[in-house]
């Protein structure tokens, strides 16, 4: 390998690079938790199992999220949306909380209802990842539905067709 062609982080361009990981299609959830203030939710594409035994798995959140610290404290939830959920991701992914959700409040946590998968989990581990939280949760329930999943790809929800 060249080493005169590798770039140091500051020589990156964060737009590009961002515009880079866009072109890798992931599902989009919703990790939700509910505190003193309420239910509360993220959006959140970057998640992905970890482990069957013990059953666990990871989200990565933003430290810039107002949801940040106070998720840290709490059991969450993690719903894996439908296509006919672009509102609520968009809703859980700016400030305006218009095209938010109906919750489902029949399990431990909170989660996003009509969801075609979730997971209730407590806190297993968190790693600090520069601008980011890695939260590994520790699986204690979940389930399934049918249904088609909502895609993120090259900055846009859509689904699979």
């Known amino acids: 390998m060249n080493t005169s062609t590798l770039r140091t982080p500051s020589l990156l361009d964060a737009q590009a690079l961002r515009g880079t990981f866009s072109r890798f299609a992931t599902g989009v959830t919703i990790v939700g938790f509910e505190n003193h203030d309420g239910i509360h939710g993220l959006t959140v594409n970057a998640f992905t199992s970890v482990s069957l035994d013990p059953p666990l798995l990871l989200v990565s959140i933003q430290k810039t999220s107002r949801s ?22 968009r809703s859980f992914a700016s400030k305006d909380r218009a095209g938010a959700p109906d919750w489902d409040r029949s399990g431990r946590v909170p989660r996003i209802a009509d969801a075609i998968g979730w997971f209730e989990c407590e806190h297993w581990a968190q790693h600090d990842a520069g601008d980011h939280t890695l939260v590994v949760g520790r699986i204690t329930d979940f389930g399934r539905t049918d249904g088609e999943p909502l895609l993120f790809f090259n900055g846009a929800l859509s689904g699979l067709s």
Do not use: G, N, R
């Open 68 to 89: 940040h610290e106070p998720l840290m404290q709490q059991p969450f939830s993690v719903s894996i949306l439908a296509d006919t959920h672009a509102a609520a991701a």
